[in-house]
């Protein structure tokens, strides 16, 4: 059983899981940020604000406490945050170094006990450091995370992050209904999809598994299309050009109500935090959209030492990052690629006019979007094979897509249905027009395959013993058998049962002469009618792959 304990430790692995999960994030949550302004910032904000906490976690004494490593995560992130996102970041980690404070370090001190007491004081310092809190925000998904850490509090410290972790995912997909202006656009709120980036790091430092989310880039529209060009308006009536942030020391508390009445009246998005923890004096952290930026450093100026003063302009940062995203236009109008294993299947596919990528040992998702990329091409049809899972799929087309490539996954799950794609495939035919015959083609191709029995299992034709010779018909076992010979047999005489005029043998590297021999005779004596075409094809997973068209 993991234990329920908590130490500076795993504060510290967190914090470093953090930054390198944001980092990897990074572009996906910048994509999705459409609120409260539309400048593609969030996922860089949140990491700049989490390595800023996580550097701060390493500088300190190595015989530091739990609240002396959360109290200097908190005040790292309090001190570089950058945005609304790195703001309202760094008053979570301010609530669990409150959280650990208050209870103490205490070898009792579980982890439950800081999770839900930490989210909570969190979540409130969050809620209070904005103006005007919005579901359907990350703030939402702070205080949903502080709620499930409360209901797991007694469970184990894998059992609380995996539950807190499932709870915001499903919020996380909720928050297109909670804010309109998600909706418009069709995806999730990038603030809470980089909070997510975080519970799931503590999932990963706590069980060692990660868990596996799919790609946050948009429910109704792809990346192109999220509304992040130059002439785009910002959402929800909100016309600033400019943000600013600063650090303010120095002031009253009583004055802090004061400076965020005036900086409403400047603009909106305004944010303030304070730390007090250095026993210093407090300190606040200002953020502010608004098109008069010296009067919201001026409104601060007034009231103590202000430092770290930046003003960015979103126009500016728009048009940068527009110059950033342009790719120069492809040579080529149009490719096709296929996954094959086998030297044959390799030939086979690059005759039929497809750029060929083998998986012999395997495929990596980002090995299928570059050679997607090598083609140069304006418009890629793909053929993956069953060689990737349809999640990764989904990964390499929203990671390749762009303005200047459109990409299209055919849903192929055999080297057989490509090869039905591939036969009426027709480079002087429109894209669209070509794709979709290709799809219907590969969609009206039956397959399947002879595999070896590696283990003893049962299956939908009875027991199957280490050795046996399986018929498969997609990923369904029909047939288990003694030999090749009787089990490829078997497999025709399903697979013809419902008719067919083409039948598709590719033979790999490890079939039976004789059952190939089997198979031909078979067609020859009880299906005159249907043609049959055997390619030696070379792959090693399958003895044989089958496909009726």
Partial sequence: MIARTINPQLLRDWARVCVDQLEEFRGEINDLNVFPIPDSDTGSNMLFTMRAAAEAADAAPDDATLPQVARAMADGAVAQARGNSGIILSQVLVGLADGAEILGD???????????????????????????????????????????????????????????????????????EQLSVLAS????????????????????????????????????????????GVDDSCVESSDQDFEVMYLLDGAAGEQIARLRERLNELG????????????????????????????????????????????????????????DSNEPPPRHKRAVVAVASGEGAADLFAEAGATVLRADDGLTAHALGQAIRDTDSAHVVVMANGALSSQDLVTVTTDVRSTQRSVLMLPTSSMTQCLAALAVHDPSEIPDVDAYAMAEAAAGARWGSLQLATTKMMT??????????????????????????????????????????????????????????????????????????????????????????
């Fill in 268 to 323: 909106d998005a305004v944010v303030i935090v304070g730390d007090s923890s250095s026993g210093e004096g407090e300190r606040f952290s200002v953020h502010v959209h608004t098109c008069e930026p010296g009067a919201a450093v001026e409104a601060g100026a007034g009231l103590g030492r202000l430092s770290d003063i930046r003003i960015s302009c979103f126009a500016l940062d728009a048009i940068r990052a527009q110059a």
């Fill in 460 to 549: 939908l034709a009875g027991m199957s013993e280490v050795g046996d010779v399986l018929g498969l018909i997609g990923d369904d076992v029909l047939v288990v058998a003694p030999d090749q010979t009787s089990a490829g047999t078997a497999l025709i005489d399903l697979m013809l049962a419902t008719g067919g005029e083409l039948v598709t043998v590719l033979a790999g590297t490890d079939v039976d002469e004789d059952a190939l021999e089997a198979v031909g005779e078979q067609m020859r004596r009880n299906y005159p009618g249907i043609e049959l075409a055997v390619y030696r094809t070379g792959q090693h997973s399958d003895l044989l792959q089958v496909g009726v068209e």
């Fill in 106 to 176: 205490t070898d009792s001190l579980t982890f439950g006990d800081l999770a839900s007491l930490g989210l909570r004081l969190g979540s409130l310092a969050a809620t209070r450091a904005v103006s005007e809190p919005r579901e359907g925000t990350v703030l939402t998904l702070v205080r949903v995370a502080a709620e499930s850490a409360a209901a797991h509090e007694k469970e184990t410290a894998a059992d609380i992050v995996r539950a807190v972790a499932d709870d915001c995912a499903e919020a996380l997909e909720r928050t297109p």
């Fill in 185 to 228: 656009a069709g995806v999730v709120d990038a603030g809470g999809r980089g909070f997510l980036v975080i519970v799931d790091a503590m999932v990963r430092v706590i069980t060692g598994v990660a868990n596996r989310r799919r790609r946050y880039r948009g429910i109704l529209t792809d990346s192109a299309t999220l509304g992040h």
